[in-house]
C-alpha cells in the first residue's frame, strides 16, 4: 500500500514539474533527480499581494508568482531573466526565506521549510547567502569591511577569534581586494568594490549557495564584466550553486547553466543556456534577445 502511495506521489511531481530534463526522473515529492535532492525546490509556488487599492475588505489583488515549479541542483548556476515586475525577486525571496509563498512548497534539502521554525531560518541563513543589487545600500555604512566580514562569523559563533580574523583575511584575498580596505567604510570604496565586499560577506560562512539579485546592474560595463568573472571562477573554486538573478538576458547567458524566463509570474521558458538561447520557443524569450545587444566581450564565461 505504501509503495503505491509512494508511486503515485512521484507520478504526482513528475507530471507537473516542467523543470525536468531529458532524462531526469523524479524519485520523490522533494523534488529529487536521479537520486541527487536539490538543495532548493520550490512545488508549484504562488504568491499573491494585496494592494492599496479596492476597498478596506476586499483590496485589489496582484499575482507576482503564478504555481512555478524550479529547482537549484548542487553545483549548477540557475539563471532567472525577465523585465521588471515579472516576479523573478519574489522568487529569489522565497527561495531565501524572505517571503512566505501564498499556496506551494518550498524544500531545503528534501526537508519542508515553507513554514520554517526559527532553528531551520538559522540552518539556512549558513549555507544560502544572498547578495543584493545595489551595494552602497546592502552594506551598514557606519561598519568598517572588517567588522562587516567578521560579523556573520560571531553571530554564529565559528571557529575561534583567531580563526574568525584568519578567515576575514582569506575573504578580502578571495575577491581581490587588498588589505588596505580592511577599514575602509563603504562610502570610501567605489561601486566596484563595495560589491566585492558584498560577495566576500557572502561567502563568509562557507554557503552551500549564493542567490545573486542582479549584482550587476548598479554598475559600469567594465565593472560589470569583472564581478561576472569574479563569481564564475568563485563558482569553479568552490564548487558553489548559484542563482543569478537579472532582466539583461545576455549577461545571463554568459554565468548559467540552465535559464528560467519570466513573465508576468509564469516560467514561461526553460531550459539550458545553449537551448534558450539559440533555440528560443516562446515570443517572449525571442523578444528579449532582439531586446538586449550584449555589452559583454563574446568570450565571456567561455
Not at 503564478?66 to 522565497?94: F, H, Q, W, Y
Not at 568598517?144 to 571557529?159: A, E, K, Y
Amino acid at each position: 500500500m505504501s509503495d503505491t502511495v509512494s508511486n503515485e506521489t512521484t507520478v504526482a511531481v513528475e507530471e507537473r514539474d516542467p523543470s525536468l530534463g531529458p532524462g531526469d526522473v523524479s524519485t520523490g515529492p522533494a523534488g529529487e533527480i536521479n537520486g541527487t535532492v536539490p538543495i532548493i525546490f520550490l512545488d508549484n509556488v504562488s504568491v499573491v499581494f494585496n494592494t492599496r487599492t479596492g476597498s478596506l475588505f476586499h483590496p485589489n489583488k496582484v499575482q507576482a508568482v503564478k504555481d512555478l515549479t524550479l529547482r537549484l541542483m548542487p553545483g549548477e548556476t540557475l539563471g532567472i531573466v525577465g523585465e521588471s515586475g515579472c516576479g523573478k525577486s519574489t522568487t529569489a525571496n522565497i527561495m531565501c526565506g524572505l517571503q512566505q509563498p501564498t499556496s506551494g512548497t518550498v524544500y531545503f534539502k528534501g526537508e519542508d521549510v515553507t513554514k520554517r521554525s526559527a532553528a531551520q531560518r538559522r540552518l539556512i541563513g549558513r549555507v544560502i547567502s544572498v547578495v543584493f543589487q545595489d551595494p552602497a545600500t546592502a552594506l551598514n555604512a557606519r561598519m568598517s569591511v572588517h567588522d562587516q566580514l567578521i560579523d556573520p562569523l560571531n553571530v554564529h559563533s565559528v571557529g575561534t577569534k583567531d580563526e574568525r580574523e584568519k578567515r576575514v583575511n582569506s575573504l578580502i584575498e578571495m575577491v581581490g581586494l587588498p588589505g588596505s580596505v580592511m577599514e575602509a567604510l563603504p562610502g570610501q570604496l567605489s561601486g566596484g568594490q563595495r560589491q566585492r565586499v558584498a560577495i566576500a560577506r557572502a561567502l563568509a560562512l562557507s554557503p552551500d549557495a549564493i542567490i545573486a539579485d542582479e549584482p550587476t546592474s548598479a554598475l559600469d560595463v567594465s565593472v560589470r564584466a569583472q564581478i561576472l568573472n569574479l563569481l564564475t571562477d568563485l563558482k569553479k573554486e568552490l564548487g558553489l550553486s548559484m542563482v543569478f538573478i537579472s532582466h539583461d538576458i545576455q549577461t545571463v547567458r554568459y554565468i548559467s547553466d540552465r535559464i528560467v524566463v519570466m513573465n508576468r509570474g509564469q516560467a514561461v521558458e526553460r531550459g539550458s543556456a545553449e537551448q534558450v538561447f539559440n533555440n528560443p520557443k516562446d515570443d517572449y524569450t525571442r523578444l528579449l534577445l532582439g531586446a538586449a545587444p550584449s555589452l559583454l566581450h563574446p568570450d565571456l564565461g567561455k
